[in-house]
């Protein structure tokens, strides 16, 4: 049986290989691109096969990371998977995290975990409610979706998708104080509900 997704007028292959975002040390290799659709007027050699590869020399991913929307509103809803990758249960490098974090190896999973939500979430023509188990590699997740801060300086995160454009706000003073802040983008609040992990037909 072949499978093929059709993406931007191109024909892609998934070949078990684990995702990986923009920009990190090993390449994505969820996919890989076999025929790209030529344009109006052009040779038809162009639209031939254009890269060839051995799907066993791929390390292949062994868990699936998916975003899955559903109406908290109602009693019983079908879930909507909104996004899903093959990932390797061991973090990826990034050389830019590499780079400036000493002993960058314990933060590749909450880094990477930024970066693959940053990538959906900006996206989305709208965020306002995130649900996420308490997964360690979503410990960043977390904190910035709570108003705190992360043990990552402000212009590596500038340099993932959605994360740097979070702005929070201080809660009203209260007699008990709270450690956290409203946080917003492009003036809407965005919000974290604590979860745990569950199957498909346990949200029904």
């Given at each position: 049986m072949v499978f093929s997704w059709i993406y931007l007028d191109s024909l892609l292959f998934p070949t078990g290989g684990a995702h990986r975002p923009l920009h990190f040390m090993e390449p994505d290799q969820s996919l890989f691109l076999l025929r790209k659709k030529p344009q109006q007027d052009a040779p038809e050699?162009?639209?031939?096969?254009?890269?060839?590869?051995?799907?066993?020399?791929?390390?292949k991913a062994n868990e699936m990371e998916s975003f899955l929307l559903w109406d908290a509103t109602r009693g019983c809803t079908m879930p909507l998977e909104?996004?899903?990758?093959?990932?390797?249960?061991?973090?990826?490098?990034?050389?830019?995290?590499?780079?400036?974090?000493p002993k960058a190896k314990n933060l590749r999973g909450k880094w990477e975990t930024l970066a693959r939500c940053g990538l959906v979430f900006s996206n989305a023509e709208s965020v306002k409610y995130i649900i996420a188990d308490?997964?360690?590699?979503?410990?960043?997740?977390?904190?910035?979706?709570?108003g705190q801060k992360i043990s990552l300086a402000d212009d590596l995160l500038q340099e993932l998708p959605f994360w740097g454009k979070l702005v929070a706000e201080?809660?009203?003073?209260?007699?008990?104080?709270?450690?956290?802040?409203?946080?917003?983008?492009?003036?809407?609040?965005?919000?974290?509900?604590?979860?745990?992990?569950?199957?498909?037909?346990?949200?029904?």
């Amino acid at each position: 049986m072949v499978f093929s997704w059709i993406y931007l007028d191109s024909l892609l292959f998934p070949t078990g290989g684990a995702h990986r975002p923009l920009h990190f040390m090993e390449p994505d290799q969820s996919l890989f691109l076999l025929r790209k659709k030529p344009q109006q007027d052009a040779p038809e050699h162009d639209a031939e096969v254009t890269r060839q590869f051995n799907t066993k020399d791929i390390r292949k991913a062994n868990e699936m990371e998916s975003f899955l929307l559903w109406d908290a509103t109602r009693g019983c809803t079908m879930p909507l998977e909104i996004a899903a990758f093959p990932v390797l249960s061991a973090a990826s490098k990034d050389d830019r995290l590499e780079r400036f974090v000493p002993k960058a190896k314990n933060l590749r999973g909450k880094w990477e975990t930024l970066a693959r939500c940053g990538l959906v979430f900006s996206n989305a023509e709208s965020v306002k409610y995130i649900i996420a188990d308490g997964h360690g590699s979503h410990l960043w997740l977390r904190q910035l979706l709570l108003g705190q801060k992360i043990s990552l300086a402000d212009d590596l995160l500038q340099e993932l998708p959605f994360w740097g454009k979070l702005v929070a706000e201080d809660l009203p003073l209260v007699c008990i104080p709270l450690p956290w802040r409203i946080v917003r983008m492009d003036g809407e609040s965005i919000h974290f509900i604590p979860g745990q992990v569950v199957k498909y037909h346990e949200i029904c």
